[in-house]
């Protein structure tokens, strides 16, 4: 048997091989969901404590509480000190008997009712302000979530790029082998050796972005922001979240939406300024008492009094006023409406894509990624015994790094739907379900596409706040 036919078979016994392995597939993740790892409820709790937004709203919250107490009580009495004097010649107190000093102090007392609604809608202030704390608390925490995920991601990005700095290293050697036997071209070599180098230089960037994604998590941590992270899990170690039924999520986002509570206080509280507004068409009572003292042989004088406005202007002013509030009370129903209406559409809408991204993460788990390993090392050796050529070498290549990274993505793009959701963000969706489009890709010169890679191109962005920079150029 001739060389050439005992490479043929040498090739043909490693495909074989590598069929086998890819029929195998990776196991479950069995660790705690992203929500319950112990690294990062720490720094949740540390975000929570020190963050001086959050500090910011609660003294909002305790000004507001501050304003009902405020609201009903009385208006502060008048007190009046006065003189009337007979002439210019002198004081006539004593001598004249229309010369006097005044003693004056006046109440006035609002309508019944009127100061009990300014009260209500001072609370419902109130209210609404620990509505914001509860919207920062939960932004606060989903901040901290999204940046400790993007810090998993670009670490495994950056080790998968190890692992193909690896690959590059053993097709360069081989390129050079056959170069060196006269087998193969100089241009094989040259284009392994290129792509290494391009490695490098996106090494550089994916270190870059991880010291950018540690100074951003330590400042939600009120730590330097160039203090080092340390990190024991990988995206790959992460159980794909929970797919909860649609109408349930639907209910209890609408129970737990800041969004929609806040949007309620507001429509109760315009309900509350109409009623003042009704209200303030009728006058209210000032009660107001004096005393006038005149020395000498002249009695004490006093006087009583009773005054209130009259509403003569009621229908520019008061009547007005309620066509005002009842406009920002129908403006106030029709916002709680509409946030309604976009908490079902964030919720089917996030739902729909968690679903493909769990089943395409399956999909990865079940099989392509060792399949798409194996096409690697089944490439790689046949092109050792010349069966393939190098292009062939740099398509499966570049197939691998699409899947092993748009794996990653793809977790980290059904983790980010799940931190959306336990925020109750009301923010739309960035983007699709991993599985279509791609980018350039590190290591493959921007040239060559593979095939096979279209089913696991990289999920792009589907939650706002996170995604990396892996298969960005």
Known sequence: MDSSMSRALFAVFWALSAVAQAAESLPTPSGPPLSDDPTLKSFVKESLEGRPELTQVRAQVRAESERAPQVSALPDPTLSLGIQNDGFSGIQIGKMETSFLAVTASQTFPLAGKRGLRADVAHLGARSAEVDLQRALLSAEADV??????????RDQLALLGKLESLWTQSEGLARARYEAGEGTQSDLLRAQ?????????????ESDERRRVAALNRLRGHPLDEKVATERSVVDLPDP???DVGQAVAQAQNDSPELKKAMLVDKQAHHRVEMAKKERWPDLTVMAGLMPRWGDFPTMWQAAVSFNVPIWSTQKQARAVAENQARSDAAASGAETIRQVLRERI???LAGLHGLVESNRLYRAGLLVQSEATVNSTLLQYQVGRV???SVL???VGYLNDRNGFLESIAAA???AIAQREISLEASGGGAAGLGGGAIPGAGGQATSGSSAASAPAQGVESGGGSSMTRM
Not at 145 to 154: I, K, Q, S
Not at 194 to 206: I, M, N, P
């Open 145 to 154: 979530e999204r940046a400790y995920l993007d810090l998993l991601l670009v």
């Open 194 to 206: 290129l792509e290494r180098t391009r490695l490098r230089q996106r090494r550089w960037s994916l």
């Open 242 to 244: 929970v797919q909860p």
């Open 348 to 350: 089917v809408e996030r």
């Open 389 to 391: 050529t190098f292009a």
């Open 395 to 397: 398509e499966a290549l």
């Open 415 to 417: 983790q980010r739907i």
